[in-house]
């Protein structure tokens, strides 16, 4: 059995000398005093600094190496970060802004391989040779755009799960949400030597959503533009809106940094900084904190949490000083300010440019039971979009078109159901299921194809294997990786969905799957059959075994298994991931609790909850139950989790939100009463206002063992104010009658508020809407936002006769809806009963928020919809 265990290397291996002369020479000793300090601490072996190496290319190494988080020490190479570090020197002598960069923004926004939670790759290399000579000949500013326009060739949005994709993996599906998109971008703007940086919102504060986008240094002055989203200058995207209602916009960077903006944080990895200036206006307010008795508590966390997905959201931490006072710069709405020590736990509402100063009193404790109703106001926002020519627009809209040929060219590459059906009858694969897993895999489906192909005598497991896998997952997993999941998982005497998904399935939580089985069976081969009959020695080694490290890993990002044991030292979520991945190789059926994030292995008919803390003794969870009872309110039928309500447990005075599934709602999860763990709850209930105000209530509230307690879901309503009512998905495509081609709502509406109608031709209630609509012609043409009316069928339109409705608003279109999907969809989001009744009319937005929704026959129609219109933000 090989010894994976790594042993420590004396500091003078590492040529001390030579990196003690660079630094002298740069002045930067801090880099080498962390870089010291560090590898002295962990006692790692790196054996790229016993290589031959340039002054430039040791002090960057040692840069990085310095500051980079557990995991990218141990899964990735000294190979990997040399090559990383030669073509950002390339990059820096070849490019023709390479000069002018400062040492500051390359060292910090150029040099570093990470962006932000993102799997590493190669894409430096990759990125360079295919970007150099096409920016080479530009300014600096040019070459962002054309780095962007770039982009959007390779990738487009679509969302997805919480994983960030490499940017290699983005490319290769052509898509990837916004927090992939800019990672990408990122990662391209940085290969050819431009400073970049992934700002992000952690979320809203005026709509349930976050976006993430990017930064770049052009010329001694930081830039925004949309990730993959060409605009023709800079400082232009479809969110300069959005961004102006903002409460927090921030960006990590890596090491330790100096720059002029605000810092709201610092730690080992990276320093946090605090850009919502750049966007939105802002105001300070100071915080002190105090216990029930009035002493002032120092050196304690303070949440700043706003209102998102019906949970009040810690969108920053900061920490009081020793007199118990905290500061923070944030955006001018409201949030709410937690904080709690030793069990006791206090909170405020904050209005930010209101409040300059506020006390908060860690005043509750366990067993505290209230309700409190908070109006949740965001910032009112404006609209900076810089002012751009016709012609800028038109060239860009031009250029936009061809990108989407050449990824839709390269997409079209991909296998078609057809092909892929014949493939899947050659090798006795069922069809369905082959069609549904390589369509998925995308730009990956080689590799899935390959994998069961390769898979003979056990396809029927491998294609099982791939099942219970998330998409994203058949989009980025190498075909070594599931091969080891398949011929080395265990056995059993019973093989149904419940053994892939908690035994073969390699993901535990958000980590990139590696292959582990393989390793930890050789690694633990002695001990194997005494940890698969007992787990809870499996356990005890973990527990003895793995140490925690609560400062090198500021992110939470997943070390993957073989690495947690070959250091012996990680975070507790990788711990966790690593008890889990090691029973699994064993033949134990593992997990992680979705909704509790509870580690858990199977044993004796239930699971049974894991507890790794080596300093705490395991205790017996007691269980009771939650009921919550609802009144409806206006349509509202049936509330649903992370739009309507979620439910956090109260864990040292601290909020730990329930992770249901986003499919729960109130009668799903309960009605009937739901099992939870004995303890202290908030239930967060929240009404969002189409201005972005929020009516919420929170509901302090115990849950006993043995017992079933009952509370309200209490869904508050202001009948005059809009509200949100529901959701529609902006992205859904129908056919536009005058393009003569199919589109996307959001194509023909761009950023902002519409109406979408579903007709009937040629009926009573259809000919008074659009009547009604006519006779509003120049408030609905003020108002300027577009009105897409929809058809059920070709035929339907042809039977409809526009020269009835000439005095139509300028902003209508008139399109087709097949399959009938759209017309579903409203009528599934919006209950209406009687889908077959027309028409129907909703005003949504591009956040995918409905506000208005009428169906049948209406009497002045138009004059409704300006009156919801007129209290629109």
């Given at each position: 059995m090989k010894t994976y265990k790594l042993r420590s290397l004396l500091l003078a291996l590492m040529g001390w000398g030579m990196v003690t002369a660079v630094f002298a020479g740069t002045g930067n000793v801090t880099v080498e005093q962390d870089f010291r300090n560090r590898m002295d601490s962990l006692s790692v072996y790196i054996p790229i600094f016993n290589q031959p190496l340039s002054n430039e290319e040791r002090e960057a190494l040692m840069f990085l190496y310095a500051y980079m988080p557990l995991p990218d020490l141990t899964d990735y190479t000294g190979k990997f970060y040399k090559e990383n570090v030669d073509y950002s020197l390339k990059a820096r002598r070849e490019m023709p802004w390479g000069a002018i960069v400062p040492e500051r923004e390359f060292r910090h926004f150029v040099l570093p391989v990470r962006v932000n939670n993102e799997n590493l790759d190669e894409s430096r290399k990759v990125f360079y040779e295919e970007l150099k000579d096409r920016v080479k000949g530009l300014s600096m500013y040019d070459a962002v755009l054309e780095v962007n326009h770039w982009c959007h060739e390779k990738v487009t949005y679509k969302p997805s799960d919480s994983r960030t994709s490499s940017p290699l993996a983005s490319v290769r599906t052509a898509y990837g949400r916004c927090g992939e998109e800019s990672t990408f971008t990122v990662a391209a703007l940085r290969a050819v030597g431009i400073p970049a940086r992934q700002v992000y919102t952690p979320r809203w504060a005026h709509t349930d959503d976050n976006h993430a986008w990017v930064e770049a240094w052009v010329d001694g002055k930081w830039y925004f533009l949309g990730a993959c989203e060409p605009e023709p200058v800079l400082n232009m995207a479809w969110f300069n809106a959005p961004a102006s209602r903002g409460m927090l916009m921030h960006t990590k960077v890596f090491g330790r940094y100096g720059g002029p903006e605000d810092v709201m944080s610092v730690n080992p990895c990276y320093t946090e900084i605090n850009v919502t200036a750049n966007y939105a206006s802002v105001s300070p307010v100071q915080i002190t904190v105090m216990d029930k008795d009035g002493n002032p508590v120092p050196h304690i966390p303070v949440h700043f949490k706003l209102y998102n997905y019906a949970e009040f959201y810690s969108a920053a931490i900061r920490t009081t000083d020793a007199g118990g006072k905290v500061s923070f710069s944030a955006g001018l709405g409201d949030c709410l300010v937690w904080a709690a020590k030793d069990g006791y736990f206090g909170f405020v509402k904050c209005s930010m440019g209101k409040d300059n100063r506020l006390i908060l009193r860690l005043e509750h404790q366990k067993g505290y039971s209230g309700t409190l109703e908070l109006d949740v106001v965001p910032p009112a926002g404006g609209d900076n979009t810089p002012v751009v020519t016709e012609e800028q627009v038109m060239r860009n809209k031009e250029r936009f078109a061809y990108e989407d040929s050449v990824r839709n060219a390269y997409v079209a590459t991909f296998p078609t159901e057809e092909e892929i059906r014949i493939w899947a009858d050659s090798l006795g694969l069922e069809a369905e299921k082959s069609v549904a897993l390589v369509i998925a895999s995308r730009g990956n489906h080689e590799a899935i194809m390959k994998f069961l192909e390769e898979a003979e005598g056990r396809r029927d497991d491998a294609l099982s294997l791939l099942q219970v896998l998330a998409e994203k997952?058949?989009?980025?997993?190498?075909?070594?990786?599931?091969?080891?999941?398949?011929?080395?998982?265990?056995?059993?005497?019973?093989?149904?969905?419940?053994?892939?998904?908690?035994?073969?399935?390699?993901?535990?939580?958000?980590?990139?799957?590696?292959?582990?089985?393989?390793?930890?069976?050789?690694?633990?081969?002695?001990?194997?059959?005494?940890?698969?009959?007992?787990?809870?020695?499996?356990?005890?080694?973990?527990?003895?075994?793995?140490?925690?490290?609560?400062?090198?890993?500021?992110?939470?990002?997943?070390?993957?298994?073989?690495?947690?044991?070959?250091?012996?030292?990680?975070?507790?979520?990788?711990?966790?991931?690593?008890?889990?991945?090691?029973?699994?190789?064993?033949?134990?059926?593992?997990?992680?609790?979705?909704?509790?994030?509870?580690?858990?292995?199977?044993?004796?008919?239930?699971?049974?909850?894991?507890?790794?803390?080596?300093?705490?003794?395991?205790?017996?969870?007691?269980?009771?139950?939650?009921?919550?009872?609802?009144?409806?309110?206006?349509?509202?039928?049936?509330?649903?989790?992370?739009?309507?309500?979620?439910?956090?447990?109260?864990?040292?005075?601290?909020?730990?939100?329930?992770?249901?599934?986003?499919?729960?709602?109130?009668?799903?999860?309960?009605?009937?009463?739901?099992?939870?763990?004995?303890?202290?709850?908030?239930?967060?209930?929240?009404?969002?206002?189409?201005?972005?105000?929020?009516?919420?209530?929170?509901?302090?509230?115990?849950?006993?063992?043995?017992?079933?307690?009952?509370?309200?879901?209490?869904?508050?309503?202001?009948?005059?104010?809009?509200?949100?009512?529901?959701?529609?998905?902006?992205?859904?495509?129908?056919?536009?009658?005058?393009?003569?081609?199919?589109?996307?709502?959001?194509?023909?509406?761009?950023?902002?508020?519409?109406?979408?109608?579903?007709?009937?031709?040629?009926?009573?209630?259809?000919?008074?809407?659009?009547?009604?609509?006519?006779?509003?012609?120049?408030?609905?043409?003020?108002?300027?936002?577009?009105?897409?009316?929809?058809?059920?069928?070709?035929?339907?339109?042809?039977?409809?006769?526009?020269?009835?409705?000439?005095?139509?608003?300028?902003?209508?279109?008139?399109?087709?809806?097949?399959?009938?999907?759209?017309?579903?969809?409203?009528?599934?989001?919006?209950?209406?009963?009687?889908?077959?009744?027309?028409?129907?009319?909703?005003?949504?937005?591009?956040?995918?928020?409905?506000?208005?929704?009428?169906?049948?026959?209406?009497?002045?129609?138009?004059?409704?919809?300006?009156?919801?219109?007129?209290?629109?933000?």
């Open positions: 997952d058949l989009r980025d997993t190498p075909v070594n990786v599931l091969k080891d999941h398949l011929y080395n998982t265990l056995p059993a005497d019973r093989k149904d969905e419940f053994y892939y998904r908690y035994v073969m399935n390699p993901r535990v939580s958000n980590e990139m799957l590696t292959s582990y089985k393989a390793f930890f069976q050789e690694v633990l081969e002695r001990d194997l059959e005494r940890m698969q009959a007992d787990p809870e020695q499996w356990i005890t080694f973990c527990k003895k075994n793995i140490r925690l490290d609560t400062d090198w890993n500021p992110q939470n990002l997943c070390m993957n298994p073989d690495g947690v044991w070959k250091l012996r030292r990680t975070d507790a979520h990788s711990r966790d991931i690593f008890f889990v991945a090691g029973a699994r190789s064993m033949g134990i059926a593992a997990r992680i609790d979705e909704v509790t994030g509870k580690v858990q292995y199977y044993a004796g008919g239930a699971w049974q909850d894991v507890d790794l803390d080596a300093e705490k003794a395991r205790v017996s969870v007691l269980r009771g139950k939650l009921k919550l009872t609802y009144r409806q309110v206006g349509r509202l039928e049936d509330p649903k989790y992370y739009t309507h309500f979620t439910v956090s447990k109260i864990e040292d005075g601290m909020l730990v939100l329930q992770n249901y599934p986003e499919s729960g709602t109130w009668k799903n999860l309960f009605k009937e009463g739901a099992d939870m763990d004995a303890g202290d709850y908030l239930l967060v209930t929240g009404t969002r206002m189409a201005s972005g105000k929020v009516l919420s209530t929170l509901s302090f509230l115990q849950v006993e063992a043995g017992n079933t307690v009952s509370a309200a879901l209490a869904m508050r309503e202001d009948k005059n104010d809009v509200q949100v009512i529901g959701s529609f998905n902006s992205e859904d495509l129908y056919y536009d009658i005058q393009a003569e081609k199919q589109k996307s709502v959001l194509s023909t509406t761009d950023r902002g508020y519409f109406i979408i109608g579903l007709l009937t031709p040629n009926t009573e209630p259809t000919n008074h809407a659009l009547n009604d609509i006519a006779a509003c012609k120049e408030d609905f043409e003020e108002w300027g936002r577009s009105i897409i009316l929809l058809f059920a069928g070709e035929d339907d339109y042809r039977r409809f006769r526009a020269d009835d409705f000439k005095g139509m608003p300028s902003t209508v279109s008139y399109g087709i809806d097949p399959g009938g999907k759209i017309a579903g969809e409203i009528c599934e989001a919006m209950n209406l009963k009687d889908r077959t009744s027309r028409p129907v009319f909703i005003i949504a937005d591009t956040f995918n928020r409905v506000v208005f929704v009428s169906q049948g026959y209406t009497i002045g129609l138009g004059e409704q919809l300006m009156n919801v219109i007129s209290k629109l933000q």
